[in-house]
């Protein structure tokens, strides 16, 4: 235990300050900061939509609908593989397979990384709806504080869908970065599927492709997304599939520099 925790400790100091890191903070506040600049250039709207009983719902709803069709995928894509670029850009594969910690540790400790990254982002991007609402009462005297209590509960149980339903996306992904040296081949199998999953997302079988899974979240009340489909079932199997894939292709690998 103590060494998948080392080596754990040993892969988040590589990656901090690294180019990952800064897109996962850039890429979480973004979307957030474009809603807050909106209200506040409209800040004749702010006193009715802070007094409003569903101020957090529709800042919720705004920022989620530009993160989870697009840049939540493209996000994902980019930092899975400016993550495994650190060490193809350092030429340290060859290196970090000469230190004494067995292969598996290795894999386990590098991918809980690029969750843990995941998982950030979404503390990040929750903290910036939250900011949306309160920053402009502390800008505007007549400005109230949001009226609405802040609901928690559909605050938790939307962001575990939509985490879960990144999970799949994140695999791949990782797959594709740490095995093909050239950062482009995942970038653009990564975009041709975030384009595909906007083209399949109201098809009927669009559920076989797991970068639609987001935007079905969002759209799920849309009467074109089918709710019988069971996509938390499809999206923890294609994880596992994916993750167990890439493990088996990682511990047999061949050229380990």
């Not at 007549?142 to 962001?159: A, I, S």
């Amino acid at each position: 235990m103590m060494v998948i925790l080392q080596s754990i400790q040993s892969e988040w100091i590589k990656k901090k300050h690294s180019s990952a890191s800064w897109l996962t903070i850039a890429g979480a506040l973004f979307i957030p900061a474009i809603v807050l600049f909106r209200r506040i250039l409209y800040s004749e709207t702010l006193v009715q939509s802070n007094s409003s009983e569903k101020i957090w719902n529709m800042l919720y709803n705004q920022c989620w609908n530009y993160m989870s069709i697009f840049l939540l995928p493209i996000g994902i894509i980019l930092t899975a593989s400016l993550l495994a670029q650190i060490e193809f850009r350092n030429n340290s594969w060859k290196q970090v397979h000469t230190t004494p910690q067995p292969f598996t540790v290795l894999f386990f400790a590098k991918f809980c990384i690029a969750i843990t990254m995941l998982i950030q982002f979404f503390l990040l991007f929750n903290v910036g709806i939250v900011l949306t609402g309160m920053i402009p009462a502390l800008l505007f005297r007549d400005v109230p504080f949001p009226k609405q209590n802040f609901p928690y509960q559909e605050f938790l149980t939307g962001n575990a869908k939509f985490f879960l339903y990144s999970l799949p996306i994140l695999s791949l992904q990782y797959l594709l970065s740490i095995h093909i040296r050239n950062f482009m081949v995942p970038i653009g199998v990564g975009f041709a599927m975030v384009i595909a999953s906007l083209i399949a997302v109201s098809w009927k079988y669009g559920y076989f492709l797991p970068y639609t899974y987001c935007s079905k979240q969002f759209l799920i009340h849309d009467n074109r997304i089918d709710p019988d489909i069971n996509i938390f079932g499809w999206s923890v199997g294609y994880f596992l599939l994916f993750t167990t894939l890439n493990y088996i292709l990682y511990i047999n690998q061949k050229s380990r520099g």
